[in-house]
Every structure is written in C-alpha cells, then in structure tokens.
C-alpha cells in the first residue's frame, strides 16, 4: 500500500522555502563560493570585493527592472515583493459618509478634503480657527499681600550684594508703604507684570 501510495500521489516538498533576497542571483551565489574557497590575505580580500561588487550589481538589476516596469496603476503589484506579501491592500478612506479603498477616488478625497477648490472664509479675529477670548483684568493690589510678599522673603535668599536688597525692600516698605503701593498699581494700569520690576528695583 506504501508503494502504491508513493506512485499514486503527488510528491509535495515540504519547508521549501524561496530566497529570502530578491535579488540574489546566480552570480551572488558564485561569489559566495570562491570567497569560502578563497585562502586568506590579499586573495580573500579580492574575493570580498567580487561578493560585494555582484550584491549591488544585483540589486541594481532589480531596482532597473522594477522602474522600468512600474506605472502609477501597478506600482503597489511590484513592490508587493518587499515583505513577500501576496498583495498590498490600501487602508478604506472616510469622508462626507462615503468611503474608498481605490487610490484615484482616494486621492481626489485626500484632495478636496485639505486643497479645496474654495477656499473657506478667513476670520482676522480668530486666527488659527482659536477664538479670541477677553482678557481678565489684574487682580488688585493690596498693603496686605506686600506684607506677606515681603515678610516671606529672607537676607539669605540670594548669595554676595544682593541679599541685602532684600533687607532695604523690607525698610523702604515698612517706612513709606503708600509708595511702593501707588508703584505697583500703576505698574497693572499699564499692563504689565509687577514683579519684573520688582525684580529690576531689586
């Protein structure tokens, strides 16, 4: 019965797998064989530089044939060989409810959908699309948040001269409190940060 099984059946190779590179050809393999062959020294040297000499005279072969083949219908068929996949199918594109899958309906969408042939009104006042939001007004200032500004600060808080300002600062207020006061609120009428000059009185 084994017999007859044997002359009967197709005979089917098994873990036969193809060449993993494209674009290795005979040549590549020649190559291979005289560099095993090949004694060390100057001789396997040569032989290293024919083996690497075919490899990019082969993949250049198949770059050649694979741009001389393509057009902008079958270019995804012929690069399919890169991870040896039988096709190379395209993710669906959605827009305005329809969806596609062919790339010249999918370009047209990816076209009229980020290069309009009208273009949509520009608005001055928001740009970017962000709308324009109104500024808040500053908070006031008052004899009492100074104190606790300056009864927080310390000598110690900056190293050489510059320590000691902190010790005027806390002089100067505690002697004329009106003034710094008056300065900071005229600082916030003119919209801008108290503390940059505070830090520049400093």
């Known amino acids: ?119 949509p009104p520009a608005d001055s006042l928001s740009p970017l699309g962000v709308p324009h939001h109104p500024t808040r007004t500053h908070q006031r200032i008052t004899a009492a948040k100074i104190n606790l500004a300056v009864s927080s600060s310390n000598n110690n808080s900056a190293l050489g001269a510059f320590g000691s300002n902190y010790h005027l600062l806390k002089w100067f207020h505690n002697a004329l409190p009106n003034v710094v006061l008056d300065l900071l609120t005229h600082v916030l009428s003119l919209d801008s940060t108290p503390s940059a000059y505070v830090m520049l009185w400093l």
């Open 1 to 119: 019965m084994a017999s007859t099984t044997k002359q009967s059946m197709k005979k089917v190779p098994i873990n036969k797998k193809q060449r993993r590179c494209k674009w290795w050809d005979n040549q590549c393999s020649s190559a291979v064989s005289e560099l095993e062959t090949s004694a060390r020294g100057e001789e396997q040297a040569a032989t290293l530089g024919c083996l690497q000499s075919a490899i990019r005279a082969a993949r250049r072969s198949l770059g050649d044939s694979i741009c001389a083949l393509a057009t902008p219908t079958n270019v995804h068929k012929l690069t399919k060989w890169y991870q040896d996949k039988r096709d190379l199918p395209l993710p669906p594109l959605k827009a305005n409810s329809r969806t596609t899958t062919i790339p010249d309906n999918q370009a047209q969408m990816l076209r009229d959908t980020f290069f309009p042939a009208t273009a």
